[in-house]
C-alpha cells in the first residue's frame, strides 16, 4: 500500500490564498512525519520550475511530481506530470499562467491545445469539492479523467459505491509554509494498492482506474478511513467513544474537529454537538433559534407577497401624484380662461396629447434575443443544447424575433416623429395666443390607470396577510408539535427587532394599517433593504408543544434543541456529539435518539461520546473506541484501543497491544462486573 498526496501548494497566489513562506524544511517534516510516499506540486495556474528542482533535490525518501491547479471551465483540475521532461511542462505550463494572466480561464478546447496528448497527463478535476467541474465537462473528457478530488471521507465512501462515477481520492491541499500544522493534515490522504516497487505516474494512474485498488486507509477497507498517522481509523457509520473521565474523549473530539473542519461555513464540514451546549438557552434564545430554523415556513408564507411588495416600491406613487396634480391645474386654468380663447388656442393640435412611448416591450424582446443568440453561440453544452434545441429552430427563433423588435423600432420612430410633429405645431400656437397653455406634463393615463390598480391590489392583500392565523399545518418534529402563526405587529418595538438596527419606527408605525403610505414611510428608512421590505407588514411566531400539546418545558426545549441538531446534521460530512445523556433521560434516548443517529451514520461518519449503555451498547455501533491517559515523565499520553462491535479484544493501532472489550465495556458502561451484577439482582427484586 503506498500513500499519496497529489496537491500541495507552495507559492502563494493573491486571490486565492492567505500569503505564506515556503519552507522545505518543512515539506520534509511534512511527508515524514505522515509517512507519504509521493506528492504533487500543484500551484495554483503557475508552475516554477526553478522552485521544484530545488524541492526533488533536497527531499528524501518520497517520490515528487510536478503538477499545476488550473482555472478550469468552471472548476478547478489538478494536472500532474511525469517528472522526466521538466522543461516542456514548464513551457506549456506558461502557457496556462499567460492565459489566466490575461483574464481567460483555461478551456476543453484551451486543455488540448496546450498539452495536446492529454494522455501522457495524471488529470485530477475538483469532483465533489468547490469549485467543482461539471459533468458535462468530465465526460467531454472521459478518455484521460477517471479519477476526481473529494471534499471528506463522507463523500469519498458514497462515491466509491457509486458505479458510473469516478474513483474518489482525497488530498491535503495543504500550503506548505513556515507555519504549517501537520497535525491538521493527518487524516487527509489517499492509499493506494500496487505491487510495483518504483511509484511512478504510470503506477498511480492504473491504481486510481480501479476503485478496488483506492482506499482512505492503510488497510485497505473503503468502510473505514484513518485519521492520525499512527495508523488509527475510524468507521464511515457510527464510532462509539467510551473510557474514564479526562481519559481523553474529548480531547480525541477536538483533534477529529481539527483535522476535518475545512473553515469554511458553505462546506458544512463538521457539525459537532459540545456537551451542555443545548440547555444553555432560556426561553428566548429558545424562541429565537426555532424562528431562524424554521424561517422557510415565514418565507414560503410572503413569497407572492414579497413579488407583489417589490412591484409596488417601484412606483413613484408621490411623483405620478404631482404630476397628475400639475395636469389638472393648468387644464383648470385652461377652462378658466375662455374669454381669452383665440382661433389659435381654439385649434385641435393646441390641446393634442403625444403618443406616450412604453419601452417594455423592447426591453424584453432585446433580452430573449440575447439569450438565444447565447444558446446559438454557446460551443461547450452545444450538445446538451441541440438535444432539446435543434440549431435550425433555435436560428429560426431568432429571425423571428429580430424582425418583431425591428419592427417595435419602426413603431417607436413613427410615434416619434408625429410627436415632434405635435410639439413644434403646439409651440408656434401657443406664441401666438394669450391663452394660458396646457402644460405638457407627460402623463401616461394607461399607466396610472395601471399603478393604481396595482396599489389597489397592494392594500387589500397587505391587509390580508397580517390577520392572525396559522399558516402551516402542525409540524411533527420527534415527539414535539411546531406551529407557524402569523399575525400583525402591536407596535413600533415590534418592527424595531424584525430590523435589527439601531432605527426608530414610532412615526412609521402610525402609518401601520394604511398599506401603500406605510411602505412609502419604510422606503425612506435609511439603512433598510428595499428587498427586505415586505417582513414589516406581518410577523410569524412559532409554538414549540410536547405531546400534550402544551408549552413546552425548560428540559423539553433541551430535548427539542438535541432533535433540531440532530436533523441539521444530515447536512454536513462528519458528526460529532459528546456526551448527549448528560441532559437527558434514558427513555428520551431510546426511543427519540437512538434512531436518529444511526440513521445519520448510514450517511456520513458519526462519532459519539458516552458514558451511557442506552447510546453505547442499545445501538449496536459500527465500531468501538476505548481512550485511556497516562502521565509519562510529567506528560500526558492519550492512548486509543479499538474494535468493532463484538470483537473479543480492542487493540492499539499498531496491534501491540490489546484489552478485554468485555471488561472494558462493563467498566466504563456499566462500572464494572460487580455493580452490573448487583443492579440485576436489585432489577430482579422488584419482579413479581
Not at 458519526?606 to 458514558?611: D, E, L, P, R
Request: with cysteine; net charge negative; glycine share 4%.
Amino acid at each position: 500500500m503506498k500513500k499519496i498526496d497529489l496537491h500541495l501548494h507552495t507559492i502563494p497566489i493573491d486571490d486565492k490564498d492567505c500569503n505564506f513562506e515556503f519552507d522545505v524544511t518543512k515539506f520534509q517534516s511534512f511527508v515524514d512525519q505522515l509517512f507519504i510516499d509521493a506528492v504533487a506540486v500543484t500551484n495554483h495556474n503557475l508552475f516554477n520550475l526553478n522552485q521544484f528542482k530545488e524541492i526533488a533535490r533536497i527531499l528524501k525518501n518520497v517520490v515528487i511530481f510536478p503538477g499545476i491547479e488550473m482555472d478550469f471551465e468552471d472548476g478547478h483540475l489538478l494536472l500532474i506530470s511525469e517528472n522526466d521532461n521538466l522543461d516542456d511542462f514548464n513551457q506549456k505550463c506558461e502557457f496556462v499562467e499567460n492565459e489566466i494572466r490575461n483574464g481567460n480561464k483555461i478551456t476543453i478546447s484551451k486543455l488540448k491545445e496546450i498539452f495536446v496528448d492529454l494522455s501522457k497527463y495524471l488529470l485530477i478535476p475538483h469532483y465533489d469539492k468547490k469549485p467543482k467541474v461539471c459533468q458535462s465537462v468530465i465526460d467531454s473528457l472521459k478518455d484521460h479523467v477517471f479519477t476526481g478530488e473529494v471534499q471528506s471521507p463522507k463523500k469519498f465512501s458514497r462515491t466509491v459505491k457509486e458505479s458510473d462515477s469516478l474513483t474518489p481520492v482525497v488530498f491535503s491541499d495543504a500550503r506548505v509554509s513556515t507555519n504549517l500544522d501537520i497535525e491538521k493534515y493527518q487524516g487527509k490522504h489517499t492509499f493506494i494498492k500496487t505491487n510495483s516497487a518504483l511509484l511512478t505516474l504510470s503506477v498511480i494512474k492504473t491504481a486510481l482506474r480501479d476503485k478496488n485498488k483506492v482506499f482512505l486507509t492503510n488497510s485497505g477497507k473503503h468502510d473505514f478511513f484513518q485519521v492520525f498517522r499512527n495508523g488509527q481509523e475510524l468507521s464511515n457509520g457510527l464510532n462509539i467513544v467510551i473510557g474514564g473521565r479526562s481519559s481523553g474523549k474529548t480531547y480525541l473530539l477536538n483533534r477529529l474537529r481539527d483535522i476535518f473542519d475545512t473553515g469554511d461555513t458553505e462546506e458544512k464540514s463538521i457539525k459537532y454537538i459540545e456537551q451542555f451546549d443545548l440547555v444553555k438557552d432560556d426561553e428566548k434564545k429558545f424562541n429565537k433559534r426555532v424562528e431562524k430554523d424554521k424561517s422557510a415556513i415565514r418565507e414560503e408564507y410572503l413569497k407572492e407577497f414579497r413579488a407583489v411588495v417589490e412591484s409596488v416600491t417601484k412606483i413613484d406613487h408621490r411623483a405620478t401624484n404631482y404630476k397628475l396634480e400639475k395636469y389638472i391645474e393648468t387644464l383648470l386654468d385652461f377652462a378658466s380662461s375662455e374669454k381669452l380663447q383665440d382661433e389659435f388656442s381654439k385649434a385641435a393640435l393646441f390641446k393634442e396629447t403625444v403618443y406616450q412611448i412604453r419601452d417594455n416591450q423592447e426591453t424584453e424582446l432585446k433580452g430573449l434575443l440575447q439569450a438565444v443568440m447565447l444558446l446559438l453561440k454557446n460551443n461547450t453544452h452545444k450538445g446538451t443544447i441541440n438535444k432539446y434545441l435543434s440549431e435550425d429552430n433555435l436560428q429560426n427563433l431568432f429571425d423571428e424575433l429580430t424582425n418583431q423588435y425591428k419592427q417595435l423600432l419602426k413603431t417607436r420612430l413613427k410615434k416619434e416623429w408625429v410627436n415632434q410633429l405635435i410639439r413644434d405645431t403646439r409651440q408656434q400656437l401657443e406664441n401666438k395666443t394669450s391663452s394660458p397653455k396646457i402644460e405638457d406634463v407627460d402623463i401616461d393615463f394607461y399607466q396610472i390607470k395601471i399603478e393604481r390598480e396595482s396599489i389597489k391590489r397592494f392594500n387589500a392583500i397587505a391587509n390580508a396577510i397580517k390577520q392572525k392565523k396559522e399558516i402551516k399545518e402542525t409540524e411533527e418534529f420527534g415527539k414535539f408539535k411546531i406551529r407557524a402563526i402569523v399575525s400583525q405587529y402591536e407596535g413600533a418595538q415590534g418592527l424595531h427587532d424584525e430590523s435589527g438596527k439601531q432605527i426608530s419606527f414610532a412615526r412609521v408605525f402610525k402609518k401601520y394599517n394604511l398599506p401603500i403610505a406605510f411602505l412609502e414611510e419604510l422606503k425612506d428608512i435609511e439603512g433598510l433593504e428595499k428587498s427586505e421590505l415586505y417582513r414589516y407588514f406581518c410577523k410569524v411566531t412559532y409554538q414549540v408543544l410536547n405531546k400534550y400539546d402544551k408549552k413546552v418545558s425548560g428540559g423539553e426545549m433541551a430535548e427539542f434543541n438535541l432533535l433540531r441538531a440532530l436533523q441539521d446534521a444530515r447536512q454536513y460530512d462528519m458528526l460529532l456529539i459528546d456526551e448527549p445523556e448528560s441532559s437527558f433521560d434514558n427513555l428520551f434516548l431510546k426511543e427519540n435518539v437512538n434512531k436518529e443517529i444511526k440513521d445519520i451514520s448510514k450517511e456520513m461518519p458519526v462519532i459519539v461520546v458516552t458514558h451511557n449503555n442506552t447510546i453505547g451498547m442499545l445501538m449496536e455501533p459500527d465500531y468501538l473506541l476505548y481512550t485511556q491517559r497516562k502521565i509519562v515523565n510529567g506528560k500526558d499520553e492519550y492512548r486509543i484501543f479499538s474494535g468493532s462491535f463484538g470483537n473479543k479484544e480492542f487493540n492499539t493501532p499498531d496491534g501491540s497491544e490489546s484489552i478485554s472489550s468485555y471488561d472494558t465495556l462493563l467498566d466504563s458502561l456499566e462500572s464494572g462486573q460487580e455493580a452490573y451484577n448487583l443492579r440485576k439482582n436489585l432489577y430482579n427484586d422488584f419482579k413479581e
